[in-house]
């Protein structure tokens, strides 16, 4: 069956699990985060698809069925799994994504991986995913590819089925000319995206960067700016703009520009913070880490996260403040995001040598002032420890936009607590009621945390208001349905109907 609305992305919308010796397709572990949100809309529209890859030993007898129908909460849509063999994920995802991508999105050139990149297995498999889109997409359908593993998918589709309307949304930070176009293969990259309908960002500065490398590689005349919302404009961060562009002309039809922050699901997670559940839980924490102020750090195991500048800046904390010890814990939460992927691995270690020597020179047989923990945590147990902890610190280096300073907010019901974010995170230009800081800065680090663990409660609940209101404001929905209003105004317009005028232009 067509559908008129496909979704790309490289994750399957569940969870395989096997009961009984059968396959079974369960909701994520995780209920709050972009594939639920995706999904939300397969409810709004009659015939929905979902294009994503499944691992396989021969990519040409897979041994599993490539197109199934789910009916769940969400709604009745397909799924379309491309079979892709271990070999061609490896080389297209964590070498050509991670190795050489990624760090050009985030600003790390130095960490920049060349040698090892196969250039024409990336372009065979977003072929792949283009004719797997096509294949699905009804006459005039609406297709919304996401991240930049998939950079690629936009000019396929646009030569297979001109009749699409297309968007590509944009996960990470979009850097400027001078870094994107250390990549060789700029030209192709640049001439997919804007093969697309819309280009999606998070923040203004991200859609201008995307202009810069445009303009590095042809003319497209006059780009129309518009003034940024005052609550997008936070003075403390190093990534706010003034203005954002709203589209770009090239020769046969105008690419959009929408710039909405990811959101989280407010609802949902104030609901789970509000539980007795969740009271119990966090109740248990406090009793179990006892009468001390308790500083979070949740974050993916990746040097762009700044994990190690932070573990020093907690050394340097208890160095300067001789009284905090033994009165201070810092639960630093730090998952691999790939246990496959070898290049983490020096991250890691470097995590728990620091994490060792600092429990070494400060704890003792009864207290130790460092929790590393490597492994996910499940997402109510972590609501629960939101609400346990006096600060999150989250100051990673480079972040497009960064959901667990979000959650820590929204989980906050009593209205308290104490954020601390790098200026550097996408989520810093909302969010301008948290302690910013710059993590290059040593001085700047402890300034920061010092500010935190000294602040008054009059001011972390002032600032706590703001924070709640910026987080409730731009939510999981109001993403969903500013993109897809842009991508199609026909379906989706009436859901975005009330969302300001100047993330949709």
């Known amino acids: 069956m067509s559908s008129d609305l496909v979704i790309v992305y490289h994750r399957q919308p569940y969870d395989e699990v096997e009961v009984d010796g059968k396959i079974e397709y369960v909701a994520n572990k995780s209920p709050n985060g972009i594939v639920p949100t995706l999904k ?3 409810g709004k529209v009659e015939n929905a698809a979902w294009v994503a890859w499944k691992e396989a030993e021969d990519s040409s007898d897979p041994g599993f069925e490539r197109v199934i129908e789910i009916d769940d909460p969400f709604g009745k849509y397909t799924v379309s799994r491309l079979p892709l063999t271990a070999s061609q994920v490896k080389s297209f995802y964590h070498v050509t994504s991670k190795e050489a991508f990624w760090p050009i999105l985030h600003g790390f050139k130095e960490k920049y991986n060349y040698d090892p990149v196969d250039w024409p297995t990336f372009k065979e498999v977003n072929w792949a995913f283009a004719e797997a889109a096509a294949s699905e997409a009804a006459q005039g359908a609406s297709v919304w590819v996401h991240d930049y593993n998939l950079w690629l998918v936009p000019g396929y ?14 996960h990470t930070p979009f850097p400027a000319a001078d870094m994107f176009n ?9 001439e997919s995206l804007l093969a697309a309908d819309v280009v999606g960002f998070h923040i203004p ?4 960067n995307f202009v810069s490398c445009v303009r590095s590689l042809k003319d497209v005349g006059n780009v129309p700016r518009i003034k940024v919302e005052d609550d997008m404009m936070s003075e403390g961060s190093a990534l706010s703009d003034r203005t954002t562009p709203t589209e770009i002309h090239v020769e046969d039809h105008v690419v959009q520009l929408g710039v909405t922050p990811v959101g989280v699901d407010v609802e949902y997670i104030k609901s789970l913070a509000a539980s007795e559940e969740t009271d119990k839980l966090a109740a248990r924490f406090r009793s179990e880490i006892g009468d001390t102020r308790v500083l979070l750090s949740v974050g993916r195991t990746d040097y762009t996260k700044g994990g190690a500048d932070q573990l020093l800046a907690f050394e340097r904390l208890l160095e300067r403040r001789p009284e905090l010890r033994g009165q201070v814990r810092l639960l630093h939460v730090s998952v691999p995001a790939n246990r496959n992927m070898t290049v983490y691995e020096p991250i890691q ?8 020597r600092i429990n070494g020179r400060f704890g003792s047989f009864t207290f130790q002032p460092i929790a590393l923990i490597s492994r996910a945590i499940p997402f109510d147990e972590l609501v ?18 960064n959901l667990v300073c979000k959650e820590y907010v929204a989980a906050r019901k009593d209205g308290d607590g104490v954020l601390v974010l790098s200026e550097f995170a996408g989520a810093a230009v909302e969010l301008g009621a948290a302690v910013l800081t710059n993590p290059f800065s040593s001085r700047a680090m402890d300034f920061a945390i010092d500010m935190a663990l000294d602040m008054p409660e009059e001011e972390r609940r002032a600032r706590m208001e703001l ?4 987080v409730a404001k731009r939510d999981t929905r109001h993403w969903a349905e500013d993109q897809l209003a842009l991508l199609s105004p026909k379906d989706f317009g009436a859901a975005a109907s009330d969302a300001p005028e100047v993330e949709t232009a």
């Open 40 to 42: 939300s809309f397969f």
């Open 157 to 170: 589709l646009r030569q297979m089925r001109p009749d699409l309307r297309i968007s590509f949304y944009h």
């Open 182 to 190: 250390v990549l060789p293969w700029r030209g192709e990259i640049i």
């Open 205 to 208: 500065r991200y859609a201008s």
């Open 349 to 356: 270690k470097e995590l728990e040598e620091i994490a060792g």
């Open 384 to 401: 629960a420890w939101y609400q346990v902890a006096d600060v999150a610190w989250i100051t990673p280096l480079a972040d497009g936009m």
């Open 467 to 470: 924070l709640n209101a910026s």
